[in-house]
């Protein structure tokens, strides 16, 4: 496709297409509209036109985080926009939006604002950064996250996020992580931290060697009969249920990401017993509809996750919430996976107590709550 860049370029530059209104009246359509434009022309000069710029800066200011922000800077390497662009990454820490705004950051050499917010005194801000920095999978901003953890001055959740930033991902790097955990080289305080990592570990030989030693409840666990004659408190099952990872995959009580079944009403389907087993032994009993599938791609990758399909796509989610939509015809294989998608041994994160508070949580809650 050819457009005339030069009908273009005489079109935004032209004073009667986007001559500034008399009245001093902004028009944010128009705006837009020059926006897209100069997003089409290769090559736009932005010095060239203080309107433009003009059209660019209010567009920036009333669409921050919105459909056209990202590209406008990167476009146009505006680097006056970093502070826009910080606290985007800050704001979406959770989301590629986080993710995408924090590698722009990077690559227009502003990435040292981010490296900044690490060490800040705002500890909400600094665990942000971390994570943002984590999802960018930048390698020049992941090089500030070591010294965060080396330095016991900073408080637990930015270590820790800096933590998951370096070691959640890539089975690779959490054998390293494993190796640091078994000499003692990590600070006590981060043992929570690095167990949830390697506890989920994709690589079973690390999840399983990670089992044995973060194992809390020493020896054999309680039988699903023993533990049923404790009393749990569900206050303390409460904050287990965030701390031991049940939220990386389940909603209840308004936290978590729904990837497995929402256990907001749980405490009405199934019973103390019940609930036991299905963290104690998650294979046995798979809930309907969320049985794990492996799909194998004409391009060898293989995926995992829960699928809906219709008749040309197949959709899948992976844990963690993400969803991959794929034509069918890209697929050589898929098979239903025996095994739970729910990680067996959480309970061994827990002591036998703890696991009763988890449960006694689970089961209060109820419909109408
Ligand atoms: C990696 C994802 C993942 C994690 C982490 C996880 N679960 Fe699950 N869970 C699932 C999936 C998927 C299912 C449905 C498949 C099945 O029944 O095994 C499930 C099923 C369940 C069920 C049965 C629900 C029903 O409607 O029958 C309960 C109860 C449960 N999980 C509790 C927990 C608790 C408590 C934790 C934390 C200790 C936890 N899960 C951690 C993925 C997860």
Excluded at 13 to 30: K, V, Y
Excluded at 92 to 102: F, L, Q, T, V, Y
Excluded at 127 to 146: E, F, N, V, W, Y
Excluded at 216 to 227: N, T
Aim: charged share 25%.
């Amino acid at each position: 496709m050819r457009i005339s860049h030069h009908y273009l370029a005489a079109l935004v530059m032209g004073a009667t297409g986007f001559a500034l209104p008399t009245n001093g009246q902004e028009d944010p359509s128009r705006d837009a509209l020059i926006v897209e434009t100069i997003l089409r022309i290769e090559g736009f000069d932005l010095s060239g036109s203080t309107k433009v710029q003009g059209a660019v800066k209010r567009y920036l200011k009333d669409n921050w985080g919105g459909e056209r922000y990202l590209d406008l800077i990167e476009r146009f390497d505006l680097k006056e926009e970093a502070p826009g662009l910080l606290r985007l990454a800050l704001k979406k820490s959770e989301s590629p939006a986080g993710a995408e705004a924090a590698t722009l950051l990077a690559s227009l050499g502003k990435g040292a604002l981010l490296a900044e917010t690490l060490e800040k005194e705002d500890e909400v801000a600094a665990g942000q950064a971390a994570k943002a920095i984590a999802h960018s999978g930048d390698t020049t901003l992941m090089a500030a996250l070591p010294k965060v953890l080396a330095n016991p001055d900073r408080p637990l959740n930015v270590r820790s996020s800096a933590l998951a930033a370096l070691y959640g991902k890539d089975p690779g790097s959490q054998s390293k992580l494993l190796a640091m955990v078994k000499s003692n080289e990590l600070a006590e305080d981060l043992r929570q931290a690095a167990s949830e990592i390697l506890m989920l570990s994709r690589n079973p030989e690390i999840r399983e060697e990670a089992k044995t030693i973060f194992s809390v409840a020493g020896g054999d666990y309680p039988s699903i009969a023993e533990l049923l004659n404790r009393k749990g408190d569900p206050s303390k099952g409460k904050e287990l249920f965030i701390t031991k990872t049940c939220m990386i995959c389940h909603e209840a009580g308004g936290t978590g990401i729904n990837f497995g079944p929402g256990l907001s009403q749980i405490g009405d389907k199934l019973d103390a017993k019940a609930l036991y087993q299905a963290i104690l032994q998650p294979s046995e009993k798979i809930s309907m509809g969320f049985e794990g599938w492996e799909v194998t791609l004409k391009n060898k990758i293989k995926l995992v996750g829960i699928i809906e399909e219709t008749e040309e796509n197949l959709t899948l989610t992976m844990i963690g919430g993400a969803k991959q939509t794929i034509e069918k015809r890209e697929i050589t294989s898929r098979s239903k996976m025996k095994q739970s998608l729910m990680y067996p041994g959480l309970h061994q994160l827990m002591t036998p107590e703890e696991l009763a508070d988890l449960v006694s949580y689970l089961s209060s809650l109820r419909k109408g709550d």
